[in-house]
């Protein structure tokens, strides 16, 4: 089991990831992609990235807004398995916004 994050733990975390808010039981971010082909790629990015990493975000696509959950439910909150995806989100939001 991985430990969730204080709230002054996430607090810190979140200050090195633009885009991401919310608390110790989940954090979330919308990216607005280049059009909707580039918002389905960036999910499909993202898919794979949750696979390899065996941690996978909750997704809402809304035309261009593609919104990610993120929460380690088994634990109960955000977890540094949490922060390590969102990194990765985060590399691969830049292609996308492009």
């Known amino acids: 089991m991985a430990t969730v994050l204080s709230a002054e733990q996430l607090s810190t975390a979140l200050a090195g990831l633009p885009g991401w808010s919310g608390d110790t039981d989940e954090i ?3 990216i607005t992609a280049s059009g909707f082909l580039a918002g389905i790629s960036l999910v499909t990015a ?3 990235a949750a696979e390899t990493m065996n941690h996978h975000p909750d997704i ?8 990610f959950r993120l929460s ?6 955000v977890t540094e398995q949490d922060l390590a995806l969102a990194a990765r989100i985060n590399e691969l939001a830049s292609v996308a916004t492009g």
């Open 60 to 67: 809402d696509i809304r035309w261009r807004d593609v919104t």
């Open 72 to 77: 380690t439910h088994s634990d109960g909150g």
């Open 46 to 48: 993202v898919a794979d």
């Open 28 to 30: 979330s971010r919308t």
